[in-house]
């Protein structure tokens, strides 16, 4: 089956990652901007990073006929520093036309702290002055409940925010609800040490329906799992659901959530 991982950051991944994926069927990746693992000195590490973001992997995900596609920004983490993500956002609208970038993200919560709080509205009022959709990161274990409503507060404070423009990422079970009911998109990040695991994203398939939900590996630099997506494949099959109602959270979904943006130039694999 066809599927697109909707968050992936394969700087960290080998090329035989890539390999890997094409062969399971992956077909096209997203990558948000994230922390690095290390804080970056200057506005310069990030101008690095975009360029290697929306030039260099594009072209290694081209190599197995894989669409790589991007977001920008500071993450929640540098947003701590306030000087340097004014120097970041200031860059931000350079790289946000370059073909495959589909909007502003990850951008989020860590701490709940009041400099990533500034930093994630200031984001907000970027994306709504260029038109860019918003890939949204909400905080781990137990910062997640309280961080996931500061962010809907904040997302529903701006009255020029089209939700349906709005992906929330991260989601369990204690914050799926009010995301979706809001109308935001939600992601459910399939992960081996927090967050997800399939077992539990289907139970939330099940319980939710599969309208304007993703799931995606968020595969990194740390213990993560590229082909988490595939293993979702799978479990959704053992409980003997249809292979169109998979196809519609691994495919159709965000393919309809990413066609709202101008950069995605993606031709489907012809069946
Ligand atoms: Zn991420």
């Avoid at 000195?41 to 790589?68: C, K, M, N, P, W």
């Avoid at 994306?127 to 997640?144: C, F, G, N, V």
């Avoid at 329906?209 to 993703?214: A, F, K, M, T």
């Amino acid at each position: 089956m066809y599927y697109i991982d909707p968050h992936i950051h394969m700087v960290s991944r080998t090329t035989d990652d890539y390999e890997t994926l094409a062969k399971m069927g992956c077909v096209a990746v997203s990558e948000p901007a994230f922390w690095a693992g290390y804080d970056r000195g200057s506005v310069a590490g990030f101008r690095d990073y975009f360029e290697q973001l929306t030039r260099f992997e594009s072209q290694r995900a081209a190599d197995y006929g894989i669409l790589h596609t991007t977001w920008l920004c500071i993450n929640a983490k540098e947003a701590e520093n306030v000087t340097l993500s004014r120097e970041v956002l200031a860059m931000l609208p350079e790289f946000l036309d370059r073909p495959g970038v589909l909007g502003i993200g990850e951008i989020g919560l860590n701490k709940n702290t009041r400099n990533e709080a500034i930093v994630f509205l200031e984001h907000l009022d970027l994306a709504m002055q260029t038109d860019e959709q918003l890939l949204i990161h909400t905080p781990h274990l137990e910062d997640k409940y309280q961080g996931t409503r500061m962010i809907l507060q904040m997302l529903s404070d701006d009255r020029r925010i089209h939700r349906d423009r709005v992906l929330v990422d991260h989601v369990e079970e204690h914050t799926v609800r009010p995301v979706l009911e809001q109308g935001f998109w939600a992601g459910i990040t399939l992960y081996p040490v927090s967050k997800c695991t399939p077992q539990r994203a289907v139970d939330i398939i099940e319980l939710y329906g599969p309208e304007r939900l993703l799931v995606n590996s968020a595969g990194d630099w740390g213990p993560s799992k590229p082909t988490a997506v595939p293993d979702f494949i799978l479990e959704m099959r053992r409980r003997g659901h249809a292979e169109q109602a998979i196809r519609r959270v691994v495919y159709e979904n965000p393919l309809e959530f990413f066609s709202q943006s101008r950069g995605f130039d993606f031709t489907p694999p012809v069946n």
